[in-house]
């Protein structure tokens, strides 16, 4: 095929041959043309996220990162729903697919990306059948990416304890920023400080061979990150990443990141996806599991935007662990929800939802507006910035699991009450859609059992997950502790977005203002819409504790006033760009004789 052929020129060219072959060709040119434009438009929003920082541009931040998590998905629709118009067949006979995708191997094999090309034609025929219970298979087959040197992906700094300020300031250059730092030489010294005292305090000073930093940048909304690790003897790796921000005098280091759990929640599927520089994505995953093994390496590509990526092996992950371990899925622990079904098996890290046809005794709201409002709500939170606080959803679509894998009473359950998103075909369960988050503590389950000092840090952190859903525009109307989840680091998230609402779309109200004795109704409880009184926070929480309770109104305390929720939408309808709580203070330079080691 011609390579100058536009791919809007495929319709025609399509509608002009009688060959069944010709169209088959066709069709895999078209798929691979479309996918070439997606991935070359990717990697430039990519790169003009580093533009932005060093033009300190932060709305063109938010909007390119923005544009680039919609663009898999915009490219995808559009296309299928050309190729149903131009090659009808194809929605019809299953084995015109393979013929495309055979012609369409050969075309991207040796590619770095071909695995991804490989998952952008799957996401393509899935999008045919939209609508339709056939399952696609979610695999990359036999296609690999060549394996990339290390020299492409990281830049290595040979040294020793105490580590020279000046190989810092060598470090500081690997994002090739071109905007001069500040004053690079003191950033270095206090970096290098920073470093040396940490290392003095464990094993790590003697142990320290060599550091290694990620040949780039991580840019997200308004800072950037340089991403690196200590190499210590015996092949250890320590976490070691330095926060940028770039003020009108220079970009400056503003923060040391080298405890496990702080980097873990900087770099989780919570947050935005990051634009990182660096084209070699396998290598990149690989490089953040070295310094975060304990989460599932399927994860990280979703650290940096290839979410399709993670998607194939995070369901690879799913299936290796039910096929060889034997455990079956199960209705996962704590409390059953009213609006999704959630399950999972004892030892897997991920939690599986579908949404329920209709809600369970005990929903709370006054009508039910359908499962296929709640998934949107879903596919809404992957869309936007999850600003630390909120699960990142994996929606799975024509997706078919083993009947074996399920416990008899799910599968019933399945079946029976949501019948929008299961069927059964033979021995497996086809799936319409599938919702994939990691697994966490339930936050309600958690507080029950945990120390006090544990519970209350954890109740606290609760406070900056609704701040921080509320700086991406997000209320959750239900504020009940059963919808948010704790991980291993205390860390608290939102994970059930049944009650998820627009934030500047809520009408903020209060029963302060009214006299002790009135009885006639408050003029709000006529109005449309969701009205939200703060002062009832505490008590939605449904916290029993009253220590836990009187912990989170000493640290939130303003959360409850109409005050700072009208201030906080005032900011969000002007376009600006709130402030949100992403690692401790301890991490930051300002102040070097603040303690740096976490509590984990």
Not at 1 to 27: C, F, G, H, W
Not at 319 to 329: F, I, K, V
Not at 382 to 405: A, F, P, Q, V
Request: with cysteine.
């Amino acid at each position: 095929m011609n390579s100058v052929v536009q791919a809007s020129d495929y319709p025609q060219l399509i509608a002009a041959t009688k060959s069944e072959r010709a169209r088959v060709e066709l069709a895999a040119a078209w798929i691979r043309r479309v996918f070439d434009q997606f991935y070359e438009e990717f990697l430039k929003l990519t790169w003009s996220a580093k533009t932005a920082f060093e033009n300190r541009d932060y709305p063109e931040s938010v909007a390119c990162a923005k544009k680039r998590l919609g663009l898999y998905n915009a490219t995808v629709y559009a296309l299928a729903w050309d190729l149903r118009a131009a090659f009808a067949a194809l929605a019809q006979r299953e084995s015109l697919w393979t013929q495309v995708e055979a012609a369409y191997l050969p075309a991207v094999a040796g590619r770095y990306e071909a695995d991804l090309a490989l998952a952008y034609i799957h996401s393509v025929r899935r999008r045919v059948y939209h609508g339709e219970w056939r399952p696609v298979e979610y695999g990359f087959g036999e296609q690999r990416p060549p394996t990339s040197s290390g020299n492409a992906v990281f830049e290595r700094f040979t040294c020793t304890w105490p580590v020279d300020h000046r190989v810092i300031q060598r470090i500081l250059e690997v994002a090739e920023l071109s905007v001069p730092f500040r004053a690079p030489a003191s950033d270095a010294m206090r970096i290098a400080r920073r470093l040396n005292d940490v290392l003095a305090g464990t094993s790590g000073g003697a142990k320290l061979i060599a550091i290694e930093m990620i040949r780039g940048g991580f840019f997200r909304n308004r800072g950037a990150y340089l991403v690196g690790r200590l190499v210590l003897t015996g092949e250890e790796y320590k976490p070691f990443v330095i926060a940028l921000v770039n003020e009108p005098e220079g970009v400056a280091a503003a923060a040391v990141l080298h405890v496990v759990s702080h980097v873990h929640n900087l770099f989780n599927t919570t947050e935005a996806p990051c634009q990182v520089t660096n084209l070699h994505y396998h290598e990149l995953s690989a490089f953040l599991h070295s310094i975060m093994p304990r989460r599932p390496l399927g994860l990280h590509y979703s650290t940096f935007g290839f979410h399709h990526v993670s998607k194939v092996a995070v369901m690879n992950e799913v299936r290796r662990h039910l096929g060889t371990d034997g455990e079956l899925l199960d209705t996962a622990p704590g409390f059953p929800g009213t609006v999704a079904i959630a399950f999972t098996s004892p030892h897997s890290d991920y939690i599986l939802k579908v949404i329920r046809d209709r809600p369970t005794t005990g929903y709370k709201w006054d009508s039910f507006e359908g499962a296929d409002v709640v998934l949107e709500k879903y596919k809404r939170v992957h869309e936007i910035n999850r600003t630390g606080s909120m699960l990142d959803n994996i929606l799975y679509y024509n997706l078919k699991l083993d009947c074996s894998w399920f416990k008899p009473e799910l599968l019933q359950e399945l079946r029976t009450a949501a019948t929008n998103a299961v069927q059964l075909q033979d021995d497996a369960l086809v799936f319409k859609y599938l919702v994939v988050q990691r697994k966490l503590t339930p936050l309600n389950v958690f507080l029950a059992t945990a120390p006090e000092d544990r519970a209350t840090r954890a109740i606290v952190n609760l406070g900056y997950c609704i701040r921080n859903n509320a700086a991406a525009n997000v209320f959750n109307k239900d504020f009940d502790a059963r919808n948010y989840g704790v991980s291993r680091y205390l860390k608290v998230f939102l994970y059930d977005y049944d009650a998820v609402e627009t934030l500047t779309d809520v009408k903020v109200r209060t029963n302060r203002d009214r006299l002790e004795g009135e009885e006639e109704v408050p003029g709000w409880f006529f109005e449309d819409g969701v009205v939200f009184l703060p002062e009832e926070i505490e008590a939605g929480l449904r916290v029993g504790n009253r220590a836990l309770r009187r912990a989170f109104r000493a640290a939130h305390g303003e959360l409850m006033t109409v005050e700072y929720w009208e201030r906080l939408q005032q900011e969000l309808r002007a376009g600006e760009i709130p402030g949100i709580h992403t690692f401790p203070e301890s991490c930051y330079l300002s102040d070097p004789g603040v303690e740096t080691v976490a509590n984990e």
